[in-house]
């Protein structure tokens, strides 16, 4: 494990049913557009059409900051979640 | 997107509060040590100790492969979901 500058989270948004790449790829980018102003990295995220739940990973300075880029975007994370453990 | 040779799967595990690396690594790696049998490659996983879920990316053959590598290896998944949308 090596020591990371900034914490990590995982949020999880429900209620997805049906996403396809291209709206996905839409929602990833509206965080993307703003993220900076909190200075929060999302480099990357994972749904599922059928059960309606999309992951995205992100590195920021709080917990916070990555609800409020998810909320201003227009998609609130259903729950967010530290991950200081990774491998 | 590009084409995918694997399908991908998110899988959710529970009940790991209080996880630290050296255990997470440690879990990882049993996984490691036996997924070629199946086809399977954990690329990275992530745990937050305070609500004790981890969260595992896989490519894999089969939803049920992934299943049955991390009961092999003593941790099976509380949830697996196919993530065939990524960005």
Same mark, same amino acid.
């Given at each position: 494990?090596? +020591?990371?500058?900034? *914490?990590?989270?995982?949020?999880?948004?429900?209620?997805?049913?049906?996403? !396809?790449? &291209? $709206?996905?790829?839409?929602?990833?980018?509206?965080?993307?557009?703003?993220?900076?102003?909190?200075?929060?990295?999302?480099?990357? +995220?994972?749904?599922? *059409?059928?059960?309606?739940?999309?992951?995205?990973?992100?590195?920021?300075? !709080?917990? &916070? $900051?990555?609800?409020?880029?998810?909320?201003?975007?227009?998609?609130?994370?259903?729950?967010?979640?530290?991950?200081?453990?990774?491998?």
């Amino acid at each position: 494990m090596e +020591a990371r500058p900034m *914490p990590k989270f995982m949020d999880v948004h429900h209620g997805m049913h049906g996403v !396809t790449p &291209e $709206a996905l790829q839409a929602a990833h980018q509206a965080d993307l557009d703003i993220q900076d102003e909190e200075g929060v990295d999302f480099p990357r +995220a994972w749904g599922d *059409p059928g059960s309606g739940i999309a992951w995205c990973i992100s590195e920021a300075p !709080t917990i &916070e $900051a990555v609800k409020r880029i998810h909320e201003r975007a227009g998609h609130p994370a259903t729950e967010v979640y530290p991950v200081p453990v990774e491998v």
